[in-house]
């Protein structure tokens, strides 16, 4: 069984930067594709980046290009999101996923049900 644990949340002015931090526990970190989801209240879960099991590929919804940076370090078996420029349209309860599922040479998945494993999650609040 996996564990992920989502830190980092809280409360930032609009222009801001936080970072997202996900321990990993489990299985073996490097095997995975990560990947960082967000729901914001009366919305669906929406993707918002992901990142390869060892290779560095990365993908991001367009709406964070350029602000969002996904990293994983497999030694420390975690994931991060560096958020910068933050929006109060950033406002929602931020998840990491784990996709163990699928081969790590697959092509990154922006589905949620394709993601075997969630943390609990971390509250981001933007104000404006």
């Known amino acids: 069984q996996v564990q992920l644990v989502e830190s980092g949340g809280g409360l930032v002015q609009a222009g801001g930067s936080m970072r997202l931090s996900c321990a990993a526990s489990?299985?073996?970190?490097?095997?995975?594709?990560m990947g960082w989801f967000r729901q914001a209240p009366g919305k669906e879960r929406e993707f918002v980046a992901a990142?390869?099991?060892?290779?560095?590929?990365?993908a991001y919804v367009a709406s964070v290009k350029g602000r969002f940076t996904i990293s994983r370090d497999n030694v420390k078996n975690t994931v991060y999101l560096q958020m910068n420029s933050l929006k109060p349209d950033d406002t929602a309860v931020y998840y990491c996923?784990?996709?163990?599922?699928?081969?790590?040479?697959?092509?990154?998945?922006?589905?949620?049900?394709?993601?075997?494993?969630w943390g609990q999650g971390t509250q981001v609040t933007v104000s404006s």
């Open positions: 489990g299985r073996t970190f490097s095997d995975c594709h």
């Open positions: 996923a784990a996709d163990y599922r699928r081969s790590p040479l697959s092509p990154l998945t922006t589905t949620p049900t394709e993601y075997d494993y």
């Open positions: 990142i390869s099991c060892s290779l560095g590929r990365t």
